[in-house]
């Protein structure tokens, strides 16, 4: 089951769509009853910033424990107070239900959404957030038609259900859901302890080379092709073969020169430049007029 679809079954739909009924079912009426909606679903809009900056801070893991211990509390109280029906539990419903609403705002109505999309590997990803997505909604429609009809039936009991599902999603996410905050999505797999991201796998190499393979600025360079040395001429990325002392490369005098360190090196180097670019103008080391290249 998807994180949305635990999140439709959390019942925000009771709470949001059904607000009226729940405050009437508490004892508000009339226009009472539309003006705590109306306040409700300020509240519900105003909780749903802080994850803006949370969610990498905090993580998604302690968002999504912590809406869920405050969605049963909150709940479970919704359905004692409508149970003993004394005179304070309109009041006392109004309050759990915004503090019910304002939990789920934080973090199962906004985590849900980034969750799937940035767990799953990038070949399905688009197919996997649909799949989320649709779930979502087909678990908001079952219970958006479920809901008056539960209410008429067990009343009260209703909340204690939807506290269930949230005691679910709490165990759901403490023992399967992985942190993910702050994780590259090329890290994913790692995450999940999928071995083929320790070293590439021949599928992933091919798959590498069918993105990649054609777009390289050096036309000769492929990934899986020779090497960088083959790829690109007169690369040489072969360290030289020196003897060791004391910790020290002992180098002779023609590889300290080549190597291009200390002064006898830059000037060796300078001078092959010169000679480079002298056999390249004809052995002459001036510029030449343009009406000299007709002659």
Not at 54 to 83: H, P, Q
Not at 99 to 114: C, E, H, K, M, V
Not at 170 to 175: G, Q
Not at 210 to 235: K, Y
């Amino acid at each position: 089951m998807s994180a949305q679809a635990l999140a439709q079954l959390n019942g925000i739909n009771v709470i949001s769509y059904y607000a009226p009924l729940v405050f009437e079912q508490a004892g508000w009426v009339g226009r009472d009853a539309i003006l705590m909606t109306g306040i409700n679903g300020i509240t519900y809009l105003l909780s749903t910033v802080p994850p803006w900056y949370l969610v990498d801070r905090w993580g998604r893991r302690l968002i999504l424990l912590s809406g869920a211990v405050a969605m049963i509390i909150s709940l479970s109280a919704i359905s004692y107070f409508i149970f003993i029906d004394i005179r304070y539990t309109p009041t006392l419903v109004v309050i759990f239900v915004m503090i019910y609403n304002a939990s789920f705002g934080a973090s199962w109505g906004p985590i849900p959404w980034l969750y799937p999309p940035e767990i799953l590997p990038l070949s399905i990803r688009a197919k996997g957030a649909s799949l989320s997505t649709a779930a979502n909604w087909a678990f908001n429609w079952l219970v958006g038609e479920m809901t008056p009809i539960l209410q008429e039936w067990i009343k009260w009991r209703l909340y204690l259900l939807h506290a269930f599902f949230c005691a679910v999603s709490f165990v759901v996410v403490y023992f399967i859901y992985p942190e993910t905050a702050n994780v590259r999505l090329e890290d994913m797999n790692a995450l999940f302890g999928d071995a083929t991201t320790a070293m590439p796998t021949p599928a992933t190499l091919a798959e590498a080379e069918s993105l990649f393979g054609d777009r390289s600025p050096v036309p000769s360079f492929h990934l899986a092709g020779q090497g960088a040395d083959s790829a690109i001429p007169g690369l040489d990325i072969n360290p030289p073969t020196v003897s060791i002392e004391d910790g020290k490369p002992m180098l002779s005098k023609d590889q300290e020169a080549d190597s291009g360190e200390g002064l006898g090196g830059w000037i060796s180097n300078l001078v092959k430049r010169s000679k480079g670019h002298a056999e390249g103008e004809a052995g002459s080391g001036r510029y030449r007029r343009v009406e000299q290249d007709d002659e």
